[in-house]
């Protein structure tokens, strides 16, 4: 009975569509299936008590672009690390032909057998493996980039090996002039700092990224990028590449930019409003911090505003808040944040100023606003403003140094309005 197992076995080996190589822990061969030999491209005389390098034929990575030394074999492999390798992509070829027979791999150490031996079983995918993957890459709509793993931290890195149909079109660079460059030639002024530190993070720990980032075409353009990148392993396990999948979504995102900057200003007088500000003073405070700079406050408020609205009428009333807004414009500096936080009162918020300063600019606006007149009908309309300044020189809290500028102009309007406290 044990003999007819055998005798089965051997038939079923003999005949099974996969190979099957057994090697002793010499790395010599002690058994060669039929379908073996044929993938090796060998006889049974040139097979059996051969040592895993043979002169008869050699493995290519699964790029077939490197032959594998024999410590990279799947047999060496399993020898040298006792575990087992589980669909390793190897191209098979000899010396007279060197089109590569593509094979995937498995390899185990079976220790149930005194000595022990490896046995490696492996399955023709040169069907597969032979589909026009880079005519596909050549011709895909989305950006492709290819970049070698390494040197990742120098100004020129990581380099660029290969980039698609689709970057070109984009960026407006062809491959020969990006070849040898680093991606950082596409980043300009606008693109985020902490979105490039992400992927620089990503790309030191060898792990996959997405986000969302800002690059400029080659005459100076901006577009946006979903990215997603990912480690390529050479061999089942070193990684030699990183592959970039870049898809354009400008418009999209220059979408959702109109949409965050239509939430975060009032809609008559173009001013940020409350949401706006809250947001932007914020990462003005923490800077002003970083450099122990302080700042002012200045809160303004119409005075007997809602006069002009009962006598003239709302679309007046709007045209005044319209001309308050663009006076606080033009008195406002550059990182000046300029706010209308809901009917007549409005807030201007001045980085480095101390209360002096912050007077004298109250106190320019009070004068410009009580010099306009706004035409209505043949007759023209004057209005006046009260102020309050405020100053926080340590630019600890914000909401302390709102409140204390609204007691100011609290003031300024029970001492009889049109001036500045």
Not at 209 to 234: A, C, M
Not at 325 to 345: I, Y
Request: with cysteine; aromatic share 8%; charged share 20%.
């Amino acid at each position: 009975m044990t003999d007819s197992v055998a005798v089965d076995t051997k038939l079923l080996l003999k005949h099974l569509p996969a190979g099957v190589v057994v090697h002793a822990l010499d790395t010599s061969i002690i058994y060669a299936n039929s379908r073996a030999l044929q993938l090796l491209r060998i006889n049974w005389q040139q097979a059996i008590g051969k040592q895993a390098f043979d002169p008869h034929w050699y493995l290519m990575d699964d790029t077939g672009g490197r032959t594998l030394d024999v410590s990279e074999y799947p047999v060496s492999r399993v020898l040298a690390s006792g575990h087992a390798i589980i669909e390793m992509v190897v191209g098979i070829r000899d010396f007279d032909d060197p089109t590569p027979t593509w094979v995937s791999v498995n390899a185990f150490l079976d220790s149930s057998q005194s000595p022990a031996r490896v046995v490696v079983t492996f399955n023709e995918i040169s069907h597969t493996h032979r589909l026009p993957f880079r005519e596909i890459v050549d011709k895909a709509h989305d950006v492709v980039l290819v970049c070698e793993v390494s040197p990742l931290n120098m100004p020129n890195g990581p380099r660029i090996v290969y980039a698609n149909q689709a970057f070109t079109d984009l960026t407006g660079y062809s491959m020969a002039e990006v070849l040898g460059k680093t991606p950082r030639i596409l980043q300009g002024v606008g693109t985020d700092r902490e979105s490039l530190d992400r992927i620089r993070a990503a790309l030191t720990a060898q792990q996959p990224v997405r986000e969302t980032v800002l690059n400029y075409t080659k005459q100076g353009d901006p577009y946006w990028l979903d990215l997603s990148i990912f480690p390529l392993h050479e061999g089942g396990h070193e990684v030699t590449h990183f592959v970039a999948i870049e898809r354009d979504v400008t418009e999209a995102k220059l979408a959702e930019l109109a949409y965050q900057d239509a939430a975060q200003h009032d809609p008559l007088t173009g001013l940020l409003n409350r949401r706006g500000f809250d947001a932007l003073s914020a990462g003005v405070l923490q800077s002003l911090r970083a450099i122990r700079q302080g700042y002012a406050v200045i809160a303004v408020d119409l005075d007997y505003f809602k006069k002009v609205n009962d006598v003239f009428g709302h679309a007046v009333g709007d045209q005044v808040l319209c001309e308050l807004a663009k006076l606080m414009q033009q008195v406002s500096r550059k990182d000046d944040l300029c706010a209308r936080f809901g009917g007549e009162e409005f807030v201007l918020l001045l980085p480095g100023a101390d209360n002096d300063e912050a007077y004298e600019v109250a106190e320019r606006l009070r004068l410009k606003a009580a010099a306009v007149r706004v035409p209505v009908a043949g007759e023209y309309v004057s209005f006046t403003l009260s102020a309050g300044v405020a100053v926080d020189s340590r630019a600890t809290q914000l909401s302390a140094t709102l409140h204390t500028a609204d007691q100011a102009l609290y003031r300024a309007k029970s001492l009889g309005r049109n001036r500045v406290q």
